[in-house]
């Protein structure tokens, strides 16, 4: 596995992977148009959670082509990318199970956001965050499930309203899994680490 990282830390595959982070976040924002109309002011920030974790890891790549590290941006793009990465492939795939069917956007949506997961893990080697930054992430994370699932500013899937109790606790449970993740690939002592050169 060690054979992808000097692919993963060369300057052209980060600028081409700046440039897809950028397209997809603008095109998560996009999408999350209808939403951010009717979403009061206060919780603007909190809505967007897909394309808010691929700005985060924009930074984070931006800062690698730099040969820089910003680490808080570093804390909240693995744990948001891997939390929102893995949530939208399980949402898209109980709207299968709710519909018999997916369109293709479903799909594009299960495929992309699993990539999303993936890239968090893969650059964890070039992290270089510390415990406050995970806390400070945490907090984040947990306080977005509290807007999403309390105030009800979750994206929007109609088909699955019934069952919104159980994705919220679902949901919870994934950000500490995500915390945790962020942990063991970044915090823990001998994790596998790795210099931009």
Request: aromatic letters at 22%; zero cysteines; glycine letters at 4%.
């Amino acid at each position: 596995m060690k054979w992808i990282y000097p692919l993963l830390a060369n300057r052209s595959f980060l600028l081409l992977l700046l440039i897809i982070n950028i397209a997809g976040t603008v095109y998560g924002y996009v999408w999350y148009g209808w939403q951010l109309k009717e979403t009061p002011a206060i919780f603007l920030i909190f809505v967007p959670d897909s394309p808010t974790a691929s700005l985060f890891f924009v930074f984070v790549v931006a800062a690698f082509l730099l040969k820089k590290n910003w680490p808080l941006m570093e804390a909240l793009a693995i744990v948001t990318l891997f939390k929102y990465g893995i949530w939208a492939v399980v949402m898209n795939l109980l709207v299968f199970f709710a519909q018999g069917e997916l369109d293709w956007i479903g799909v594009m949506l299960i495929f992309s956001h699993f990539a999303m997961a993936v890239q968090a893990i893969l650059y964890s080697p070039f992290y270089r965050f510390k415990w406050w930054h995970l806390i400070v992430t945490a907090i984040w994370t947990l306080h977005n499930d509290v807007i999403d699932y309390v105030f009800f500013m979750l994206p929007r899937y109609h088909m699955l309203n019934e069952v919104t109790p159980e994705i919220g606790y679902f949901t919870f449970w994934l950000s500490i899994v995500s915390v945790g993740i962020g942990y063991y690939f970044v915090i823990r002592p001998n994790r596998f680490k790795l210099e931009l050169k």
